[in-house]
């Protein structure tokens, strides 16, 4: 069975737009003006469902430079925590197990 994928969610473009603007096009490789247009249009998918890891750390990149971003399950739509224990007790809706569900029982160190 495929592992789930996680996709960044940026929920808030912050008051340092100018540095949110280069952590977007740091993360999508995006031109400045489609980087602009994608803080501007917040809320929005920042990156494609990628690995749990990949997708903490392009939401904490996004976070240094004072936007607000989440991390969500690409299966279960569930928002992913960092560093925290499950979110979610209930099982995954997607076809992953509840036990292994990155969602419900993510790993304890990020």
Avoid: H, Q, Y
Avoid at 17 to 45: F, H, M, Q
Avoid at 56 to 75: I, K, S, Y
Wanted: aromatic share 4%.
């Amino acid at each position: 069975m495929e592992e789930p994928g996680f996709r960044v969610l940026l929920t808030e473009a912050g008051d340092r737009k100018v540095e949110a603007v280069r952590a977007i096009r740091t993360i999508t490789g995006l031109s400045l003006w489609n980087s602009k247009l994608l803080l501007d249009s917040a809320p929005v998918t920042v990156t494609e469902p990628n690995w749990l890891e990949v997708a903490d750390e392009a939401a904490e990149v996004l976070e240094r430079a004072g936007a607000r971003a989440t991390v969500v399950c690409d299966w279960c739509d569930r928002t992913v925590t960092r560093g925290a224990g499950p979110i979610d007790p209930a099982p995954c809706k997607g076809p992953w197990p509840a036990e292994a569900c990155r969602a419900s029982c993510p790993p304890a160190a990020l």
